[in-house]
């Protein structure tokens, strides 16, 4: 699914780098993404965590939490630090309208 989520947003005309656990993306990132797309489901840690860690490392991160599993109920938190979310299945609107939104919330002026 990543794989292909990837692929989808290189032809949207998206830079992508893809990574499958938690610790690679905090290994991986990097200040000057745009964006991160976070399964809150992850095999070595919970996405939330990874969440509040990539933000300690850049408060204004935008970022796009999905799930299709009962996570859905813990994200409000999240959202409220400034999260979008869209829940798994999504539409490929859904997830570029999710991406543009956080995008646009991360340049606006604080």
């Not at 499958?20 to 797309?37: H, I, K, N, R, Y």
């Not at 976070?38 to 860690?53: C, E, K, N």
């Not at 799930?67 to 630090?81: I, N, T």
Request: aromatic content about 8%; overall charge negative.
């Amino acid at each position: 699914v990543g794989r292909s989520t990837a692929r989808l947003l290189e032809l949207e005309g998206f830079e992508t780098h893809l990574v499958e656990t938690g610790a690679g993306a905090l290994a991986a990132f990097d200040e000057s993404f745009d964006v991160v797309l976070l399964d809150l489901v992850l095999p070595d840690r919970s996405g939330q965590d990874v969440f509040r860690a990539l933000r300690t490392r850049r408060a204004d991160l935008p970022v796009v939490l999905f799930s299709g599993y009962g996570e859905q109920a813990d994200v409000s938190r999240l959202l409220a630090e400034g999260a979008q979310f869209i829940p798994k299945p999504f539409e490929v609107e859904e997830l570029l309208g999710a991406l543009a939104k956080a995008i646009a919330r991360g340049r606006a002026p604080n």
